[in-house]
């Protein structure tokens, strides 16, 4: 394809793409999303209604087909969250700088949220800092 460049096992698109990273492409005159396109015409099928197409590499570019699957959103995000290896930062995420609370959902039960040590001393340390000021 002209427009997709490889990178090691991904085949990355080149065209147009939205802020959040992905792909977009006109199909059978609607814009949509070129991950998606790609899904449907390797599956033959259209993806049902209900249903998103992960990337199993977590890169929002990539449309080879062995790399995508269709999952619930609830399923994607949970996948998205596990494959995440450092804080928005960049700093790992380890025993040593991770630390997890648990939040109550509107909907009942509970949800795992992460938060980076270094991240959170930092931000500690700047509202020392501003405080001082008033």
Known sequence: MAL???DGDCMIW???????????TVY????????????????????????EVDHICNNRRCINPAHL????????????????TTCRAGHEW???NTYITFIKRKQGGLREQR??????????QNFRERSKGN
């Open 94 to 96: 380890n025993d040593d």
């Open 14 to 24: 080149q065209g147009t793409a939205r802020v959040n990273g992905y792909g977009v």
């Open 28 to 51: 059978m005159g609607k814009q949509t999303t070129t991950h998606r396109i790609m899904y449907q015409l390797h599956t033959g099928q259209p993806v049902p209604d209900g249903v």
């Open 69 to 84: 699957q269709a999952v619930s959103h609830t399923e994607n995000m949970r996948l998205a969250r596990e494959r995440r």
């Open 4 to 6: 997709t460049r490889p």
């Open 115 to 124: 938060y980076c040590r270094v991240c959170r001393a930092i931000a500690q």
